[in-house]
């Protein structure tokens, strides 16, 4: 398989996507890269050509560009060439830690939707951070892709959401919950009221109800599917609150004397075992899931780590054949919706 | 003053209830106090009645209740009688930690709203984590007592916001932030769009913009402003996430050995203070702003310490009398408008 990344994006870049592109390289022999960005720049980084291309590109998109117009007018940006090859079929997936607007822009411009996908989600795979329970982690979107749904999109979002979680997670029957305000089947606004029933009304979706962004955490559910406003709202303050707590423990160590410096030290295990759990980094990067094939984006600030995480998260996608079932999916979905259309035709 | 208090409501009610009253009787001499319940209940935990009437009611409102047909139908509960008391001006506020929804149904039919607010806004204090600033809390509206806004609630809960700051938090020029998923002018949905440019273009409002969910305790306002919808499901999150914290540093030291249980003797002092800085009931109880007298709200798992908080948090809104200038600003602004109409009707 072959991977294409914006090598010119994040904070870091070229250097640490670089790295982690080659300590993925040396993982996974079935993967080559198509390195986009500047020619001398990206070889200067590299220790070892092995399987990977450097295509030199002379524009880039920089994080506070307005995305749209960005990924017009810059063509010959590494965002729009590494997301032109897999268009155009040179590479499998399309990876980048740069500007998230250009990059959703060109998955959707560029890349393209599946057919019967109104708009794709973006999505996160997050902690369920509870050592008693056998689950690790659960498939969360739409994390802001889109300001405005509507019912169907979200409805889009459940199956897309299920098959990620069977196929890249290897959850048989994935549990489908909708973020809402309350648990009763009657809570929340016309949206999410419509969104409960259709959920609830489908046969081959194992929906379990209503959860509450208090409890997303806590592992009641495989996917939790959100319109992207509220899902955006009740991510950043979930990552705000964790960055929040581990600062005050900081501040608390730097100012409890020596008492507390010791403390720190006997607990700096379990103090470990935490950042990893609710880290950003741990579970992959966000999918643009709905997209012909995967589009993923990692955290402007990621390291080598980071990125070496999100490029096996790429190739289970890849491996799985996830995206392929999607097609399927909808494909048979959209016939038979036809079929079911007939007779209004008639 | 006289509180009127829902000695019924909440899970440790009413033994922590009457227990917090006598604590804040015995702290605050010109307080008096109309509980009202089970006579025989509430006369057993009594201690010492100085300064505490008892008035006997027969029904109890309980937490699952459909909140508008329960204050129809139960005349004779603590909630509807003790909102009553302060409806015919026997009492100065209402207090309570029961059902939250029959509290604000209460509120918006018995005590009701000032001339000029639309909607009242469920207004929650929340921490400002950070040593190295002088502010410790702000203003949060509205948390969830209307599921769907219009651009005019907003507004009005940033005067409510700024009247609280001012008034009851003592912040002279309150900083009022919109929540919103980006900090830059044209983001959000239309709604917020719309009511950026309104907070914007109002002079006696000290607008600093867009807040997003993950900055939410950082302080960077005073008053932070989030339709109903958006700001319940962000401080769900962030309670949540907060307890999940505290919740994996606990089994962390559980399942770390000796050297974790040392680690946390040594270090107990900084979780206590972490513990009461993001601790729910430090700052008070949620109060339905926009309503003629104080209508607070403590969680339902208030112990007595939390009551006392929640009980000098009313005698601070009656001391400062923040209902009062709300009253009187927003009837200046209606007369206003009404001068300003009067073309219109010509």
Chains 1, 2 share one sequence.
Do not use: C
């Amino acid at each position: 398989m072959k991977i294409a990344v914006d090598a010119m994006g994040g904070d870091n870049a070229p250097q640490e996507i670089i790295k982690g592109v080659e300590q993925a390289r040396d993982l996974y022999p079935d993967i080559e890269f198509l390195l986009f960005g500047d020619e001398k720049k990206v070889n200067e980084q590299i220790k070892n050509n092995d399987r990977i291309q450097v295509i030199a590109t002379t524009e880039e998109i920089e994080m506070g560009e307005e995305p749209v117009r960005a990924i017009r007018k810059k063509k010959d940006s590494s965002i729009v060439r590494a997301a032109n090859a897999v268009k155009e079929h040179d590479a499998d997936a399309f990876f980048s830690a740069g500007n998230t607007g250009a990059v959703l822009a060109a998955g959707l411009f560029i890349v393209g939707r599946i057919k019967g996908i109104d708009r794709p989600g973006l999505t996160s795979i997050l902690p369920v951070p509870n050592p008693a329970l056998k689950q690790n982690n659960f498939v969360y979107l739409d994390t802001g892709a889109n300001a405005e749904s509507k019912e169907r999109n979200l409805v889009q979002y459940a199956y897309l959401g299920k098959f990620y979680a069977q196929k890249v997670l290897g959850v048989s029957e994935p549990r489908i919950g909708l973020l809402n305000n309350g648990e009763e089947e009657d809570k929340g606004d016309r949206l999410h009221k419509d969104v409960w029933q259709s959920l609830n009304a489908t046969e081959d979706l194992n929906f379990v109800g209503n959860i509450e962004a208090g409890g997303m955490l806590s592992g009641q559910a495989d996917v939790i599917v959100t319109d992207g406003w509220t899902g955006n709202a009740a991510l950043k303050a979930t990552e705000g609150t964790a960055r929040t707590m581990l600062s005050l423990i900081k501040h608390g160590i730097m100012d409890g004397g020596l008492r507390a410096k010791l403390g720190y030290l006997l607990l700096k295990p379990v103090f470990g075992k935490i950042a990893k759990v609710m880290g950003t980094s741990t579970y992959g990067g966000a999918v643009l899931l709905g997209l012909k094939s995967p589009v993923v984006k990692t955290h402007g600030a990621s390291k080598a780590d980071a990125v070496k995480n999100t490029i096996s998260q790429i190739k289970t996608m890849i491996d799985s054949k996830v995206i392929e079932q999607t097609v399927e999916y909808f494909d048979t979905e959209l016939t038979t919706e036809n079929v079911d259309k007939q007779p209004e035709n008639d």
